[in-house]
């Protein structure tokens, strides 16, 4: 089970990192949203939904860099699973919380992504 959430949020990752938004596709929940205080400098919070999120990844809005990621836990009951990243790219270091679901085709879509963004500039 770890494995399976472990190589959902790889692909998470490598797909925001490379643009790909079959592969986001496929690992994020129909209902994902990102939940974000203090989004890219703003103020409050931001809430972006699946479509918008493959957009502005699509768009080159976000995303398209190579980060490194380092799994920092894994808390998993029954069908729900939470998992904290710490992921740094060139410009920005990342603290990311995931929740995960089981969905019906019992796959691990990710259906949250809880982040705080600050930029190395």
Known sequence: MTDKIKQ????????G????????????HKDFRVTNNGFMGTSGITIIDKAN????????????LPREMNIISIDISETIASVKLQLESAENSFISYNSLVLDKDNEWKIINNLAVVQSKK
Not at 8 to 15: E, L, R, Y
């Open 53 to 64: 999120y493959l957009s502005n990844i699509k768009q080159g809005v976000f995303g398209g």
């Open 17 to 28: 990192d490379t643009s790909d938004v079959v592969l986001l596709d496929k690992v994020l």
């Open 8 to 15: 959902t949020i790889i692909d998470f990752v490598k797909g």
